[in-house]
């Protein structure tokens, strides 16, 4: 079964500073990254009423 996937990219100058943050938040609070920013994106958007 394919899995829908999204690739996220950061301007240079802040890409690093959040991936760095994300696999510390991976490594010491064991966090599932992938499950962080789809709850992150989905709250988002519900906030800009862009999804129900």
Not at 24 to 32: A, Q, S, V
Not at 38 to 51: D, P, S, V
Request: charged residues 40%; hydrophobic residues 35%.
């Amino acid at each position: 079964m394919k899995r829908k996937q999204l690739t996220i990219t950061c301007p240079q100058d802040q890409g690093e500073e959040l991936f760095d943050l994300l696999v510390e938040l991976r490594d010491n609070r064991y966090w599932n990254i992938s499950k962080f920013c789809r709850e992150a994106i989905t709250e988002k958007l519900e906030r800009m009423e862009l999804l129900k």
